[in-house]
C-alpha cells in the first residue's frame, strides 16, 4: 500500500518562504504525479497545482503561479513544494496526494499546518 | 474553470438511514467524478472514482449514480464511522476543482 509521508508544520511571517516535502514509499515513484491541495482553517480543498515525476513538468493554479514551485528528488522519492511571499491567508494544512493514470488523488499525505504569523 | 455545486453543505441522520449528496457540474465532465472522506484532523480519503467505481477497501453501502451533469453520492445504511465531511471532485478538465464539501452528522 503507497504511503506519503510529509514535513512537520511550520510558522513563518509574513513575506517568507516555505517548503514542504512529501515522501513517498511503497509503489513506483516515477509512474505516479502528486498533486498538492490546500485548506485553509474551517474551509474546503483548494487545489494548488501538481508535477510529473516522470518528466517533470508542472501545472499550477492560476491563483498561485509565480509563488508556488513543485520539484521532485527522484533518488529519495520526495516531492517539493515552495510557496513564497506568504500572506496571513496563507495559513492552512497542505496535503500532498499521488495522482494516478484517471487523475484522481488516490493516496494522500497526512497533511503539514503552515502558519503565517507575524 | 468547471464549478462543482455541492448539496447540502450538512446534514444530519441516524444510524441506518440513507443519506445522498449532490454535485451538480457547470459543464459536462464525462463521469471524470470523484467523491473523497475526510474525517475530522484527517487527510481525506477516496471513496469513488470514475462517478460510481468503489476505491479498493471501500465499504459496498458507498455507491455513486449520474444524471446528466448531476452526480451523487449515496450512503445505505449510514454508520458511525461515516461521520465526515465528503467532497467531489472533477478531473475532467483543469485545474481540477472541488465541490464546497458536505458536513454529515449523526
Known amino acids: 500500500q503507497a504511503h506519503l509521508v510529509q514535513s512537520g508544520g511550520e510558522v513563518k511571517k509574513p513575506g517568507a518562504s516555505v517548503k514542504v516535502s512529501c515522501k513517498a514509499s511503497?509503489?513506483?515513484?516515477?509512474?505516479?504525479?502528486v498533486t498538492w491541495v490546500r485548506q485553509a482553517p474551517g474551509q474546503g480543498l483548494e487545489w494548488m497545482g501538481m508535477?510529473?515525476?516522470?518528466?517533470?513538468?508542472?501545472s499550477y493554479a492560476q491563483k498561485f503561479q509565480g509563488r508556488v514551485t513543485m520539484t521532485t528528488d527522484t533518488s529519495t522519492s520526495t516531492v517539493y513544494m515552495e510557496l513564497t511571499s506568504l500572506r496571513f491567508d496563507d495559513t492552512a494544512v497542505y496535503f500532498c496526494?499521488?495522482?494516478?493514470?484517471?487523475?484522481?488523488?488516490?493516496?494522500w499525505g497526512q497533511g503539514t499546518l503552515v502558519t503565517v504569523s507575524s | 474553470d468547471i464549478q462543482m455545486t455541492q448539496s447540502p453543505s450538512s446534514l444530519s441522520a441516524s444510524v441506518g438511514d440513507r443519506v445522498t449528496i449532490t454535485c451538480r457540474a457547470s459543464?459536462?465532465?464525462?463521469?471524470?467524478l470523484a467523491w473523497y472522506a475526510q474525517r475530522p484532523g484527517k487527510a481525506p480519503k477516496l471513496l469513488l472514482f470514475?462517478?460510481?467505481r468503489l476505491d479498493s477497501g471501500v465499504p459496498t453501502r458507498f455507491s455513486g449514480s449520474t444524471s446528466g451533469t448531476d452526480y451523487t453520492l449515496i450512503i445505505n445504511s449510514l454508520q458511525p464511522e461515516d461521520i465526515a465531511t465528503y467532497y467531489c471532485?472533477?478531473?475532467?478538465?483543469?485545474?481540477?476543482?472541488f465541490g464546497q464539501g458536505t458536513k454529515v452528522e449523526i
Open positions: 511503497d509503489y513506483t515513484f516515477s509512474t505516479y504525479g
Open positions: 471532485q472533477q478531473s475532467h478538465g483543469s485545474p481540477p476543482t
Open positions: 459543464h459536462a465532465i464525462s463521469n471524470s
Open positions: 470514475g462517478a460510481s
Open positions: 508535477i510529473s515525476v516522470y518528466n517533470g513538468n508542472t
Open positions: 496526494a499521488r495522482v494516478n493514470l484517471l487523475n484522481v488523488f488516490d493516496c
